[in-house]
């Protein structure tokens, strides 16, 4: 049997999981990626618009800092977020973007003078400083005050991306491709690997290590529209399940991004209306306006996919074989501006639509988009409840989006959290209880426990096809447990998941018997999996009476921080379970620098908790003391929510900006 | 489509072998497929998978035209497969895996590892003078035109067509092709990048680089992401020169 040792294990080689192995290598220890695929062609490669940091370069983003950012991002949330781990974020954001800059990403810079730009459909111009020609520039997008995502045109992710993995060849990071991880290897409560799978040859491999980190990514496809890659399947998701230890959160908050294309639903990204582009039904009408007085467009995403539905259930969709949809008008931008800063764009317009986006409108509807749920992790990246195991990015609930992650946000928690996580694990690893105590026999049979799974999948006969039952999970997903929810889909939906993933321990993978490069076996053991994160997202979009951030239920449309200010955690313990374990997180107010409030969109249908008006009399209190003494923006946060200590130390400095010198 | 037009019936002839089947052998294999509207390979490919023979191997994963994973010959000729619309095909399809990259099963190939070996031998990222720039502190400048420049030649996808559509590599196989010219092009354009020239001359400057091109061009040809390779190599080569004078 064949087993291989190294320091730090890290499954998925997207932006997350590189920039962990990249910031372990340079403490000094042995990294090692697993991956589906070669890491640059990860799905982070796809994220188009941008990475929010609060550079405040810009005309449109002075003003900015910490501060702003935080506070849009806790609102985006719902107030669902881990306040402590949105500071530290926050923090972070501007000095993981400025190490990428030094590492290669041609970010978008500021020209100083006048430019044109489209806001609110009127052409403006902005005039840039002069002191602010060659920073990085931003442009707007949904939910944030100020300009604050920095982008290189609208291939952000590709960059960052490739930048990223350039600078983990130059660290020498091992990688293996092709390779699957099948199973954690937990022994006393600890985690010490994974079994893994190579896709190419159907070889197993125990790769074992001081500290595991599954960076793999969202669940999108467990829907059967989504804007992810095919490979976002939640398979992370669900190794941490089957171990019958780690826990995770909020698994029921799954974003719709408004604007993907119909039918196929590839994402055009958010900065087509953070630049100006509208959203029209089908008189060509500008609806946004009359549901979001304010932001309009650019409301939340969350807000706009609901506003989006509700106004195809007036009957004012497009009607298409494929369903109804709206447009997505961006033709106001001028092809000039759409050629330069949103390219991607045209070409997916004419490579998928065969239409040109400067002259003709994008047909348009949200689309499953995002995992705000995922591992759920300590501040330092580590399970809660499994020793050793440690998320990042997309594929854990650090927890810092709640229950509506803010565009721009994703790309940028990547690699703050990756830059934050490597340190966490090197400091575990220096220590001499990262020392590894298991018994190779323990090793060796993780590996025949996953032989004799395959084999069962190769050799069952009369079985159930998992092709079947994976396309009733997607659908049912789709139909049941999307944007607008109520109790009695959601009851349906579970208990048909419920026997669907009964039915899934019998299925057979009928004709492709091979145990090398083999689709049938993949899409079999894969589903059976995909039908656990299924399950869990079902199970607790049922459970969850109150409408929150993307969780938007038609029979509970209040959202209730009396009862339901808490964290959805979700385990596995018994493999023998067909439905999983759920219980609660509290979030607690008092500790919050920003008490629960109104968001601002619709009607506030808030039902308050008693402690909220509490700690906003004392949070008003110390503001206003500190105020007084003339206290720095600094020393007033510090003193409503410390997070400083809880950083790396090398990462606890300020951030100069051009309006703020250190 | 109106109800009077015939649905066509595309058929699909692809060259299979598993190399891990000591049995098998490389052969052609034709399925029919119903066309629907906005169809694409992806589609296809997909459908003769779930419906035909679910043992097809092949390689997709944003399926939106900017990993680079779907690189194969269609008729003949690279392209991404996610993104070629059968309606703007004859209903006679031809796929086979790219050639010269390691043949994984089917369709796929691994193009991950011979794109890897690439970055490592003309290494491929930021060489800094000093290691630890301060993150704390603001940002290097730098021109926005000169990041415009950077970032239309940092949009390679390494698909592999160019590698694919390449005379050159046909006789060299050690020439590292378009997208490894590319990649110098990018990064001598880059004033991050402290290499010297002689030290780009070091990595490019002999026949399995700039000067083993024969100047076929096949892969501007056949470059999905229309990257300006004809005059990135032509640049290449004489500043190439210049330093080899």
Same mark, same amino acid.
């Given at each position: 049997?064949?087993?291989?040792?190294?320091?730090?294990?890290?499954?998925?080689?997207?932006?997350?999981?590189?920039?962990?192995?990249?910031?372990?290598?340079?403490?000094?220890?042995?990294? @090692?990626?697993?991956?589906? =695929? $070669?890491?640059? /062609?990860? +799905?982070?490669?796809?994220?188009?618009?941008? &990475?929010? *940091?609060?550079?405040?370069?810009?005309?449109?983003?002075?003003?900015?800092?910490?501060?702003?950012?935080?506070?849009?991002?806790?609102?985006?949330?719902?107030?669902?977020?881990?306040?402590?781990?949105?500071?530290?974020?926050?923090?972070?954001?501007?000095?993981?973007?400025?190490? @990428?800059?030094?590492?290669? =990403? $041609?970010?978008? /810079?500021? +020209?100083?003078?006048?430019?044109?730009?489209? &806001?609110? *459909?009127?052409?403006?111009?902005?005039?840039?400083?002069?002191?602010?020609?060659?920073?990085?520039?931003?442009?707007?997008?949904?939910?944030?005050?100020?300009?604050?995502?920095?982008?290189?045109?609208?291939?952000?992710?590709?960059?960052?991306?490739?930048?990223?993995?350039?600078?983990?060849?130059?660290?020498? =990071?091992?990688?293996?491709?092709?390779?699957?991880?099948?199973?954690?290897?937990?022994?006393?409560?600890?985690?010490?690997?994974?079994?893994?799978?190579?896709?190419?040859?159907?070889?197993?491999?125990?790769?074992?290590?001081?500290?595991?980190?599954?960076?793999?990514?969202?669940?999108?496809?467990?829907?059967?529209?989504?804007?992810?890659?095919?490979?976002?399947?939640?398979?992370?998701?669900?190794?941490?399940?089957?171990?019958?230890?780690?826990?995770?959160?909020?698994?029921?908050?799954?974003?719709?991004?408004?604007?993907?294309?119909?039918?196929?639903?590839?994402?055009?990204?958010?900065?087509?209306?953070?630049?100006?582009?509208?959203?029209?039904?089908?008189?060509?009408?500008?609806?946004?306006?009359?549901?979001?007085?304010?932001?309009?467009?650019?409301?939340?995403?969350?807000?706009?996919?609901?506003?989006?539905?509700?106004?195809?259930?007036?009957?004012?969709?497009?009607?298409?074989?494929?369903?109804?949809?709206?447009?997505?008008?961006?033709?106001?931008?001028?092809?000039?501006?759409?050629?330069?800063?949103?390219?991607?764009?045209?070409?997916?317009?004419?490579?998928?639509?065969?239409?040109?986006?400067?002259?003709?409108?994008?047909?348009?509807?949200?689309?499953?988009?995002?995992?705000?749920?995922?591992?759920?992790?300590?501040?330092?990246?580590?399970?809660?409840?499994?020793?050793?195991?440690?998320?990042?990015?997309?594929?854990?609930?650090?927890?810092?989006?709640?229950?509506?992650?803010?565009?721009?946000?994703?790309?940028?928690?990547?690699?703050?959290?990756?830059?934050?996580?490597?340190?966490?694990?090197?400091?575990?690893?220096?220590?001499?209880?990262?020392?590894?105590?298991?018994?190779?026999?323990?090793?060796?049979?993780?590996?025949?426990?996953?032989?004799?799974?395959?084999?069962?999948?190769?050799?069952?006969?009369?079985?159930?096809?998992?092709?079947?039952?994976?396309?009733?999970?997607?659908?049912?997903?789709?139909?049941?447990?999307?944007?607008?929810?109520?109790?009695?889909?959601?009851?349906?939906?579970?208990?048909?998941?419920?026997?669907?993933?009964?039915?899934?321990?019998?299925?057979?993978?009928?004709?492709?018997?091979?145990?090398?490069?083999?689709?049938?076996?993949?899409?079999?053991?894969?589903?059976?999996?995909?039908?656990?994160?299924?399950?869990?997202?079902?199970?607790?979009?049922?459970?969850?009476?109150?409408?929150?951030?993307?969780?938007?239920?038609?029979?509970?449309?209040?959202?209730?921080?009396?009862?339901?200010?808490?964290?959805?955690?979700?385990?596995?313990?018994?493999?023998?379970?067909?439905?999983?374990?759920?219980?609660?997180?509290?979030?607690?107010?008092?500790?919050?620098?920003?008490?629960?409030?109104?968001?601002?969109?619709?009607?506030?249908?808030?039902?308050?908790?008693?402690?909220?008006?509490?700690?906003?009399?004392?949070?008003?209190?110390?503001?206003?003391?500190?105020?007084?003494?003339?206290?720095?923006?600094?020393?007033?946060?510090?003193?409503?929510?410390?997070?400083?200590?809880?950083?790396?130390?090398?990462?606890?400095?300020?951030?100069?900006?051009?309006?703020?010198?250190? | 489509?109106?109800?009077?037009?015939?649905?066509?019936?595309?058929?699909?002839?692809?060259?299979?072998?598993?190399?891990?089947?000591?049995?098998?052998?490389?052969?052609?294999?034709?399925?029919?497929?119903?066309?629907?509207?906005?169809?694409?390979?992806?589609?296809?490919?997909?459908?003769?998978?779930?419906?035909?023979?679910?043992?097809?191997?092949?390689?997709?994963?944003?399926?939106?035209?900017?990993?680079?994973?779907?690189?194969?010959?269609?008729?003949?000729?690279?392209?991404?497969?996610?993104?070629?619309?059968?309606?703007?095909?004859?209903?006679?399809?031809?796929?086979?895996?790219?050639?010269?990259?390691?043949?994984?099963?089917?369709?796929?190939?691994?193009?991950?590892?011979?794109?890897?070996?690439?970055?490592?031998?003309?290494?491929?990222?930021?060489?800094?003078?000093?290691?630890?720039?301060?993150?704390?502190?603001?940002?290097?400048?730098?021109?926005?035109?000169?990041?415009?420049?950077?970032?239309?030649?940092?949009?390679?996808?390494?698909?592999?067509?160019?590698?694919?559509?390449?005379?050159?590599?046909?006789?060299?196989?050690?020439?590292?092709?378009?997208?490894?010219?590319?990649?110098?092009?990018?990064?001598?354009?880059?004033?991050?990048?402290?290499?010297?020239?002689?030290?780009?001359?070091?990595?490019?400057?002999?026949?399995?680089?700039?000067?083993?091109?024969?100047?076929?061009?096949?892969?501007?040809?056949?470059?999905?992401?229309?990257?300006?390779?004809?005059?990135?190599?032509?640049?290449?080569?004489?500043?190439?020169?210049?330093?080899?004078?």
């Amino acid at each position: 049997m064949k087993i291989v040792y190294t320091d730090v294990l890290i499954i998925g080689g997207g932006l997350a999981g590189l920039r962990v192995a990249t910031g372990v290598k340079r403490r000094g220890h042995d990294a @090692l990626i697993l991956s589906l =695929v $070669p890491p640059k /062609r990860s +799905h982070s490669a796809a994220a188009q618009g941008g &990475m929010q *940091a609060s550079l405040a370069n810009c005309k449109m983003g002075e003003g900015d800092n910490e501060d702003v950012h935080f506070s849009d991002t806790i609102k985006g949330s719902d107030w669902g977020a881990d306040q402590l781990v949105a500071r530290m974020f926050v923090h972070c954001a501007p000095k993981a973007i400025r190490e @990428l800059a030094a590492w290669g =990403v $041609p970010w978008s /810079r500021v +020209h100083r003078g006048d430019h044109s730009a489209i &806001m609110n *459909a009127q052409k403006v111009t902005i005039s840039e400083k002069n002191e602010a020609h060659g920073l990085i520039t931003a442009r707007d997008f949904g939910g944030t005050k100020k300009w604050r995502t920095c982008y290189t045109s609208d291939g952000t992710g590709h960059s960052m991306l490739y930048a990223m993995d350039n600078k983990a060849h130059e660290e020498e =990071v091992e990688i293996h491709e092709r390779q699957e991880a099948m199973a954690l290897i937990v022994d006393n409560g600890r985690c010490y690997g994974v079994v893994s799978r190579n896709l190419m040859s159907g070889e197993l491999v125990a790769y074992v290590a001081k500290a595991t980190t599954i960076a793999t990514g969202g669940y999108g496809r467990i829907y059967s529209i989504s804007t992810n890659a095919i490979i976002c399947q939640g398979t992370g998701q669900a190794l941490a399940l089957e171990s019958g230890i780690a826990t995770l959160g909020n698994m029921e908050a799954v974003q719709f991004h408004p604007t993907a294309i119909v039918p196929v639903g590839i994402l055009t990204t958010e900065g087509c209306r953070g630049d100006g582009g509208l959203l029209l039904d089908k008189d060509g009408y500008r609806f946004m306006p009359d549901y979001e007085p304010e932001k309009k467009e650019l409301a939340s995403r969350d807000v706009v996919s609901r506003r989006m539905t509700e106004h195809i259930r007036k009957g004012k969709g497009v009607k298409s074989r494929y369903g109804d949809h709206l447009w997505l008008d961006i033709t106001l931008l001028g092809r000039e501006h759409i050629e330069k800063n949103l390219r991607e764009v045209k070409e997916i317009c004419e490579n998928f639509l065969g239409i040109d986006p400067a002259v003709d409108w994008i047909p348009v509807r949200p689309t499953q988009h995002y995992s705000m749920g995922g591992i759920r992790t300590k501040y330092t990246g580590e399970s809660q409840t499994l020793h050793g195991l440690y998320s990042c990015g997309e594929a854990a609930c650090w927890d810092m989006h709640g229950f509506n992650r803010l565009g721009g946000n994703s790309v940028s928690e990547t690699v703050v959290a990756g830059m934050l996580v490597a340190e966490y694990i090197s400091d575990f690893c220096d220590t001499d209880a990262s020392s590894m105590q298991i018994h190779s026999s323990k090793i060796e049979n993780a590996i025949k426990e996953e032989k004799a799974k395959l084999e069962a999948l190769l050799t069952k006969k009369n079985g159930e096809d998992a092709y079947v039952l994976r396309r009733r999970m997607e659908a049912i997903m789709m139909e049941k447990v999307g944007i607008f929810r109520n109790g009695k889909d959601l009851q349906e939906a579970v208990d048909e998941l419920e026997s669907l993933y009964k039915r899934s321990k019998n299925i057979e993978v009928f004709r492709s018997k091979s145990r090398a490069a083999n689709p049938a076996l993949v899409n079999a053991y894969r589903t059976q999996k995909m039908l656990k994160v299924a399950l869990s997202v079902a199970y607790g979009a049922l459970l969850r009476q109150e409408s929150r951030g993307a969780h938007s239920r038609e029979d509970f449309p209040q959202r209730d921080d009396a009862n339901w200010l808490k964290r959805t955690i979700t385990s596995w313990p018994d493999a023998e379970q067909t439905l999983p374990s759920v219980s609660y997180e509290e979030i607690p107010i008092e500790s919050m620098e920003l008490p629960p409030g109104f968001r601002g969109y619709g009607k506030d249908l808030t039902k308050h908790n008693p402690a909220t008006h509490a700690r906003e009399v004392s949070v008003n209190a110390i503001r206003e003391a500190l105020e007084r003494e003339g206290a720095s923006r600094f020393e007033i946060q510090s003193a409503l929510l410390p997070f400083l200590d809880k950083l790396p130390q090398k990462y606890r400095a300020k951030n100069a900006r051009l309006g703020e010198t250190l | 489509m109106s109800e009077a037009e015939a649905v066509r019936t595309l058929k699909i002839n692809i060259l299979r072998f598993d190399p891990n089947d000591p049995d098998d052998f490389p052969h052609m294999q034709t399925f029919e497929i119903q066309e629907s509207a906005g169809m694409t390979l992806y589609i296809v490919l997909n459908e003769i998978r779930e419906h035909h023979d679910n043992a097809l191997m092949f390689d997709f994963v944003c399926r939106a035209g900017i990993c680079g994973s779907c690189s194969m010959l269609i008729n003949g000729r690279p392209g991404l497969a996610c993104r070629t619309l059968t309606s703007k095909m004859d209903a006679n399809i031809t796929l086979a895996p790219l050639p010269l990259f390691e043949l994984i099963k089917d369709l796929s190939i691994h193009t991950g590892k011979w794109m890897r070996g690439l970055s490592e031998r003309l290494e491929t990222w930021i060489h800094e003078q000093e290691q630890t720039r301060d993150i704390d502190m603001l940002e290097e400048r730098m021109e926005p035109a000169l990041a415009d420049e950077i970032y239309e030649l940092d949009r390679c996808i390494e698909c592999g067509c160019c590698v694919a559509g390449c005379g050159t590599i046909q006789m060299r196989p050690d020439f590292v092709g378009a997208v490894g010219l590319n990649k110098i092009a990018r990064y001598h354009l880059d004033p991050r990048d402290k290499r010297s020239e002689e030290e780009y001359y070091k990595l490019i400057g002999d026949e399995n680089g700039v000067f083993g091109c024969m100047t076929l061009l096949g892969c501007e040809d056949v470059c999905p992401k229309d990257l300006p390779l004809r005059s990135k190599i032509a640049y290449l080569r004489r500043m190439m020169l210049k330093v080899a004078l």
